[in-house]
């Protein structure tokens, strides 16, 4: 058994029991292995486990990849994008996670009308309230959404956080709630070009406290790579 066979082993046991424990379906979770930094064929070791979402921060190293690979794969980007590289990643991934402002959202809608195709999207919030950290304040986020509703080749389907970095995941299940009660209330405002289907948040670190508390969505990399080492690059 390969180490990354053994940790999605793990990994997949540990989520069918956050599951069990909240009364939910493990179907109703989508696991993203969060493969940045992470060479080509760590992802093939993962696609051979049955991965077939993956998750990359940046936008050069996720269409690098997506090059590389012949096989159909639902690429997520998950980092913070700048404008000017939206362009690059267009059509090809299943779903950006990481929209904080309708003038980026609006630079999808233009380069996704060019392409003639549908972009789905999730809406960073920051619910922690870190100021190093992306994401729509909690309090303008009605205004956003119904900003970027509004735009017809881009499509809501829900919102992403990133908790902050604690020892104890415990520590960040009052934020993991916080974002639930958000996309409970903006569901309940029945926005046209919104569903509020997907909450992407839980990394290595707290993904079971994220899906006790509603995560349809977890982003796991060292969990399943094992550490990165940024200075290889
Ligand atoms: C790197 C990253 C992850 C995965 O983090 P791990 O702690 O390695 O699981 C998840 N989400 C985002 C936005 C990331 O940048």
């Known amino acids: ?15 069918a029991a956050a599951a069990k424990r909240a009364g939910r379906l493990r179907e109703e979770i989508t696991l993203v292995a969060v493969s940045k930094t992470k060479p080509v064929s760590a992802i093939r070791e993962a696609m051979r486990c049955g991965i077939r979402d993956f998750g990359e921060n940046k936008v050069q190293e996720l269409t690098e990849k997506y090059e590389q690979i012949a096989e ?15 362009k690059y990643i267009i059509g090809r991934t299943v779903l950006i996670h990481s929209v904080d402002s309708f003038r980026l959202a609006a630079q999808i809608e233009e380069e996704a009308a060019k392409k003639d195709c549908d972009c789905d999207i999730l809406i960073e919030v920051n619910v922690s309230g870190e100021e190093s950290k992306f994401g729509v304040a909690p309090e303008n986020l009605t205004a956003v ?3 970027i509703a509004k735009l017809s080749h881009v499509h809501i389907r829900g919102l992403m956080t990133v908790a902050p970095f604690v020892e104890d995941p415990e520590e960040n299940r009052s934020y993991f709630k916080k974002m639930h009660d958000l996309l409970i209330d903006i569901k309940s405002k029945n926005i046209d070009n919104v569903t509020m289907e997907a909450l992407s948040m839980g990394m290595s670190n707290d993904y079971e406290v994220a899906i006790e508390e509603g995560a349809t969505i977890v982003r796991i990399g060292t969990s399943i790579f094992g550490e990165r080492n940024y200075f290889k690059e």
């Open 145 to 147: 959404v119904s900003d």
């Open 1 to 15: 058994m390969t180490d990354i066979e053994y940790n999605l082993s793990v990994v997949e046991e540990r989520i």
């Open 72 to 86: 159909p794969l639902r690429w997520h980007l998950i980092g913070h994008l700048q404008r000017n590289k939206v």
